[in-house]
């Protein structure tokens, strides 16, 4: 038996997979995060298409004090989402994609707060179709995050070092320091 626990030949497979799953989870998870930004903005360049247009040019509307109206807020926000699908994507400027991205996420929130009645069927506990579709926003939000951790070069480690004991639950090995 292996310190995993399995036996030699699964170990050794159950070791390839890791792996693999380690060098290729990072840029699958951008690239279907790129392709979720792009597919939804490519939706609001056509009118009708977005089941969720009507209430992100109302948020719009609110949030500029009803000085930017529908007709210009669906177009550049269909573009801003495209632009961060094709960042993603693409992997180029990808720190400005994440930027944009950051930003994006802070106003698809604000329904949440601007149209509780909509948003809610019992505030804060029971979400409409239209609040689960913000709130599942998180998932996007961590994914951008796990990519954001890669952006200096870093990735995910399949195994940590033989010597590499972590002490707590943050993930800091023995004899290592907290990031601060």
Known sequence: MQPSGLPEPIDRLDARITRTLARWAVPALRVALGVVFLWFGA??????????????????EVLSFRVVKPAVSLPVLAIWESLIGLGLITGI???ATLFLLAVQMIGTFLPLVFFP????????IAPTLEGQYIIKNVVLIGAAMAVGATVRGGGLVAEPPPTARYADSAGVAEGQTRPT
């Open 43 to 60: 939706l609001k360049f056509f009118p009708g298409l977005s089941p969720a247009e009507t209430l992100a040019a109302r948020t719009i």
């Open 93 to 95: 400027w990808l720190r």
């Open 117 to 124: 009645s909509e948003t809610f069927t019992v505030f804060p």
